[in-house]
């Protein structure tokens, strides 16, 4: 076994611990309505009050490509967003409903960038006018919840600076004008609240909000330079020190590196680098989100998130100038990828994110993905940051569950408890690994205490891939905990606990038990065979779901391996092998 440096991963045995997971307390929500009800006073309205800018100093190129569907939809009196699709003469502009996403898209105005995308001005300006106009109409003047969320301005700052073009080529100088001090009002919101966002991908925008505020709005130095220095306080509390953000979420890490693509624009559009520290996190967040990606180069879905296709995270990369191989083991982050011959395996090896910071929190600990060349062949079914709104909050709940993700599932219940705000409860708080690399393949060693408390039993994950790629051993096993500490269950479990050991399988894979019930016959969409087999356990095919990375539920398979443990515990050894 040798260690693995660059990884900053020590040989043998690692802890990985977080406080035990609770609701925000009382005291937090309190502060944190206050503070929003100080945003609809006349005070904060009179302290955005001010000389907005005649013009900006510059108009960034927006590096990110807009969807043009989406533009042509929109022309057609159709706003698509956030797996929803609603009628533009049906939005109330002024109390706007639906899910988070699609709320957050119409105020922070990022369809600018699928209008931009259609190319045709002759449609898309006054397109881009009339909606403009109903929303400065509604929220113009009057800072409400939403709408003023300091990420969602951001968002809206920057979009209305870097597509001008469709709003200020207006003939109408008073349009053009609320414009103007629209962007100006918004920086001015944004410097007194930046730091009010929550930390992840949300802080990190609000702060790229004022730096670009800084950077474009005439006498912007001092701004500049306050900015430059909260946006590096943002990304010190929101990424960690191998490259991951702090809820876990690749999705959110993702839109996080999009943010510092917006940011190198802003800078180069006024030639000038981007600040050193920036360049220098970068380099460790590629690595972290590579690490992630799956075979057919999108990323794996953990924490509520999306399997991002291919073209979205290359498109990322180029906008923020991002280089890096993929990071194989990981901490803070939480993730280990194994890969060899075609095959790619990323695992879950850690507890679920603080409450604070979990948004859609899910109970995957112990859980991977494997994906066979461009085929994704195991995975889990994601997508629980968009069932709400597309679906329903129980379809959400369901998406963030254990049962939701391949690994083993005890007594039917959440190795980490789920609530449905989107905040998690007890479970998972400590996590023990332990990784070798030999000739023979790599092999990772887990165990999570998230079933202890309840049940009095550690899970035990061990996998193994071999080298050549074509074959993943693993051994699921229950350990009875020793009967000391509070962690331990107030009353010991009755008879044997039902547990289920599941592998939802990816968008058409085809499995057929045989008939002893010992092993599934799996078939790829490219006519690859795998087989997988179990034993000593009764093993069935049943119905799943997997989340695509338009947020769509699609009909998959999952095999599930079901059994009984014992108060002694339980071990079920199980192979995945490549037959061609």
């Keep these: 076994m040798t260690d693995d440096a660059p990884d900053g991963i020590e040989q043998g045995k690692r802890l990985i611990k977080v406080e035990p997971n609770a609701a925000l307390s009382l005291s937090h929500r309190l502060a944190h309505y206050l503070e929003r009800l100080t945003w609809r006073t006349p005070l904060h309205d009179r302290r955005l009050d001010g000389r907005h800018p005649v013009r ?40 706007l409903t639906g899910g988070a996403a699609f709320v957050a898209h119409v105020h922070g105005f990022e369809w600018l960038r699928d209008l931009d995308a259609v190319g045709d001005r002759a449609r898309t300006v006054p397109a881009a006018e009339a909606l403009a106009a109903r929303w400065l109409a509604a929220h113009g003047d009057h800072v409400s919840d939403v709408a003023w969320r300091p990420d969602v301005v951001a968002r809206r700052l920057i979009q209305w600076s870097f597509h001008a073009p469709l709003l200020l080529s207006s003939t109408d100088l008073v349009f053009r004008s ?35 505020a800084g950077l474009l709005i005439p006498g912007g130095e001092t701004r500049l330079a306050i900015g430059e220095v909260g946006l590096a306080r943002a990304l010190d509390a929101s990424i960690t020190d ?31 680098s981007l600040p050193l520290v920036v360049q220098q996190i970068l380099s460790r967040m590629t690595p972290a989100l590579l690490g992630v990606a799956m075979g057919d180069g999108g990323l794996s879905s953990w924490q509520g998130g999306l399997p991002v296709d291919a073209l979205r995270l290359n498109d990322v990369l180029m906008a923020s100038g991002a280089h890096g191989r993929p990071l194989r083991q990981s901490r803070d982050w939480g993730y280990q990828r194994l890969a060899a011959g075609g095959c790619v395996l990323v695992m879950d090896a850690a507890p679920p994110p603080a409450t604070p910071v979990a948004g859609c929190g899910s109970a995957s600990t112990l859980a991977f993905e494997l994906s066979d060349g461009a085929e994704r062949l195991v995975v889990g079914c994601g997508g629980a940051v968009l069932a709400a709104a597309r679906y329903s909050p129980d379809v959400a709940l369901g998406l963030r569950s254990t049962a939701a993700h391949s690994t083993l599932v005890l007594a039917d219940s959440h190795s980490t408890a789920l609530h449905p705000d989107g905040t998690l409860g007890r479970g998972v708080a400590e996590v023990e690994l332990a990784r070798q690399e030999s000739e023979a393949g790599s092999r990772i060693e887990a165990r999570h205490d998230g079933y202890v408390r309840r049940h009095g039993l550690y899970h035990r994950r061990q996998l193994l891939l071999t080298g050549d790629g074509r074959e993943l051993r693993g051994e699921d096993s229950l350990l009875p905990a020793p009967r000391t500490g509070p962690a331990w269950p107030r009353r010991s479990p009755r008879g044997p606990t039902p547990f289920s050991l599941r592998f939802h399988l990816g968008p058409g894979v085809e499995a057929v038990a045989t008939a002893d019930g010992q092993a599934a016959m799996l078939r790829t969409p490219a006519g690859a065979f795998w087989q997988l087999r179990a034993r000593g356990e009764r093993l069935v095919v049943e119905d799943s779901i997997w989340t695509d990375p338009a947020g769509r539920l699609v009909p998959t398979r999952q095999v599930v391996i079901e059994g009984q443990a014992q108060a002694g515990g339980a071990h079920v050894s199980w192979v995945m092998k490549r037959a061609r």
């Design 56 to 95: 900006l100093v510059a108009v960034p190129v927006d590096p990110l490509p807009g969807d043009e569907d989406a533009g042509h939809a929109l022309l057609d009196g159709w706003m698509v967003a956030g797996g929803e699709r609603r009628p533009l003469a049906d939005l109330d502009i002024a109390r």
């Design 178 to 212: 609320r414009i103007l001090n629209g962007i100006a009002r918004a920086a001015r919101h944004l410097d007194r609240t930046a730091d009010k966002a929550p930390a992840g991908a949300e802080r990190i925008i609000a702060w790229a909000g004022v730096v670009v």
């Design 242 to 272: 191998d490259g991951g953000i702090v809820s876990r979420s690749p999705t959110a890490l993702l839109d996080a590196m999009a943010t510092i693509g917006l940011l190198r624009a802003a800078y180069d559009a006024r030639r000038q």
